[in-house]
């Protein structure tokens, strides 16, 4: 009896193995098995879906059957989570594909940009930790971006330089001052072209004097005036040194010569055609007068007349009254004679 007993457990236990081992069979990863993954009609602890089964993770081997395939594994989560794939195409970015050559992925804190060559330099793009929420616009443009070498470039930090409406802002080397420095430029009818010179200075506005440039030479300032008459140094009011100048007629001004003395208020040049009477028959100085206009009583005058008949030449000249020149002949012989008819050339001095 137990001999039976033991052969009927031995018979049992090879069909249990049997059993099993085509229960496994049927669920085999590498053969298909159609269903809805997760519903309680297809309890699968693993199974294969048309290249993707399940295992530790979602697994997919791929276009080619080999020892490669794809998993995905989710991180065990401590709540609900879910993860939302967009209505559109595209490649999923990645946190671990590095220095291969235009590769983009993902670091803590940064976005990592290979570039053209896989090396070990990458470009960076991290943000500083925010104190609120801050939004940066790319615009609807291409170009370049303008970098900055400090640590946190933004409105009321030292140094920074940022931009507004139509402006370049300045913060300066005090940044919480609530001061700043605003280039803007006027609204252009055309292109325009603002060019800095090589060289190191300090710009200068309309509003500047002459004192905020270097020094410039009497030529240098010569150079870039077009209307100048003359040449040489400049004159100033005080003790100015004049070589032969040419004065043109002058109104309302003065010149005093010496330490002393009257200032002179007017020199005038005249030149008259004059025809004097015939001095009577005995031996005098008469004066004989002629109208000049322009002359006041208070002129002194210098004349200089035509060669003098010798017998009675000019010996005297004054103004006598407005407009009236007196000249004083004399007469060197009882005869009597005709003074000299021609052009006088006076000056006439005034104070």
Not at 28 to 55: C, D, E, Q
Request: charged share 10%; with cysteine; net charge negative.
């Amino acid at each position: 009896m137990r001999r039976w007993l033991g052969i009927l457990m031995a018979i049992l236990m090879v069909m249990a193995v049997v059993t099993t081992a085509l229960a496994q069979d049927t669920m085999n990863p590498r053969k298909p098995n159609f269903g809805s993954v997760g519903k309680a009609t297809h309890p699968y602890a693993y199974g294969y879906f048309y290249n993707i089964w399940l295992g530790t993770g979602l697994i997919f081997e791929g276009t080619t059957a080999n020892d490669y395939e794809t998993t995905i594994i989710v991180t065990d989560p401590t709540a609900d989570r879910t993860i939302t794939f967009p209505n559109a195409s595209g490649t999923v970015v990645l946190t671990s594909i590095a220095e291969a050559a235009n590769a983009v992925w993902l670091d803590t804190n940064a976005i990592k940009f290979e570039g053209a060559t896989a090396n070990d330099f990458e470009t960076s793009i991290v943000p500083v930790d925010p104190t609120a929420d801050r939004t940066i616009t790319l615009p609807n443009e291409s170009g370049t971006v303008v970098l900055s070498s400090l640590a946190t470039n933004a409105a009321g930090v030292a140094n920074s330089v940022t931009m507004g409406t139509n402006q370049l802002i300045f913060e300066g080397a005090t940044g919480a001052d609530g001061f700043q420095t605003f280039v803007t430029p006027t609204d252009a009818t055309a292109d325009r072209t603002i060019t800095l010179p090589d060289a190191t200075g300090t710009v200068a506005l309309t509003a500047n004097k002459l004192s905020d440039f270097a020094a410039t030479s009497s030529a240098e300032l010569a150079g870039i005036i077009s209307n100048e008459t003359g040449s040489g140094a400049l004159v100033f009011a005080t003790s100015p040194a004049l070589v032969t100048p040419a004065l043109g007629a002058a109104t309302s001004t003065s010149v005093a010569v010496g330490a002393s003395g009257t200032v002179l208020t007017q020199i005038r040049a005249y030149a008259e055609s004059l025809t004097p009477a015939a001095s009577s028959a005995a031996i005098q100085t008469a004066e004989q007068t002629f109208t000049v206009n322009g002359l006041a009583t208070t002129d002194k005058v210098i004349v200089n007349g035509p060669a003098p008949t010798s017998l009675c030449p000019p010996v005297t000249f004054r103004v006598s009254g407005a407009n009236t020149l007196a000249i004083g002949f004399t007469t060197l012989t009882a005869a009597g004679c005709t003074p000299a008819a021609g052009t006088y050339n006076i000056i006439a001095i005034r104070n």
